[in-house]
């Protein structure tokens, strides 16, 4: 089956940029998510990209696909505090389900 | 009001007990879906269903059972719960047809402890 992988933690400073990294194995994926989870609360749905773009901004997010090396990232310039969440890259593949990474905890010192 | 509510919300069981997990929906989605979630794994899928008439096994079925009793109601069940059951339960809807369409909106979550 699908495996999608993440850092499981990462630490910033107020004002620096973040960057979350996601590996996935699955060549049939059509497109892919980042979703944000805050403490006590299901996910949201931060931004997406489709499999056939390199880069996608989106205000303060920036997503990047190297298609080849299966690897997406998520850059988040100027972090905020209120940007201290948990982040899930996730994939939507050929069989109509997305198959979810383990999940990044940001923390963002002040 | 939220569009995808969970009850309960926490909820503490003992091993062998029937405990059900509730999900309704108000965005008229046709799927829905049983995650369940745990540090360091992520979410993984446990049951989804893409209409009524529709349920399908995901990952980790194996000792949870599900019932779709309407297009905005589905259900999860532990018929005899263990303590690695232990965590915590998402539900979620989707619509269909392209990365817009097809993102998922996910309920507030059902932390569930079996001791």
């Known amino acids: 089956g699908e495996d999608v992988e993440q850092s499981l933690f990462l630490s910033v400073r107020e004002g620096d940029s973040s960057v979350i990294n996601c590996t996935y194995t699955?060549?049939?994926?059509?497109?892919l998510y980042w979703y944000k989870q805050e403490p006590g609360a299901g996910l949201q749905l931060l931004t997406y990209i489709f499999s056939n773009m390199d880069m996608k901004q989106d205000q303060r997010l920036t997503v990047l696909l190297n298609k080849k090396d299966k690897h997406l990232s998520l850059r988040i310039a100027d972090t905020q505090t209120g940007d201290s969440a948990i982040y899930f890259c996730?994939?939507?593949?050929?069989?109509?389900?997305?198959?979810f990474g383990t999940g990044t905890r940001l923390t963002v010192i002040p | 009001d939220a569009d995808v509510t969970q009850t309960p919300r926490n909820r503490i069981t003992k091993t062998g007990k029937r405990i059900m997990l509730e999900c309704s929906q108000t965005?008229?989605?046709?799927?829905m879906y049983w995650y369940r979630q745990d540090p360091g794994l992520g979410l993984r899928l446990i049951y989804y269903s893409f209409d009524v008439k529709d349920i399908n096994k995901g990952e980790i079925s194996d000792g949870y059972s599900v019932s779709r009793q309407a297009q905005a109601k589905f259900s999860l069940s532990l018929e005899s719960a263990i303590p690695n059951q232990t965590a915590l339960y998402f539900c979620a809807t989707s619509g269909t047809g392209g990365p817009v369409r097809n993102e998922q909106f996910f309920g507030p979550g059902t932390r569930l402890t079996v001791l």
């Open positions: 699955d060549s049939s994926s059509t497109y």
């Open positions: 996730a994939d939507h593949t050929g069989a109509n389900n997305l198959f």
């Open positions: 965005k008229g989605h046709d799927r």
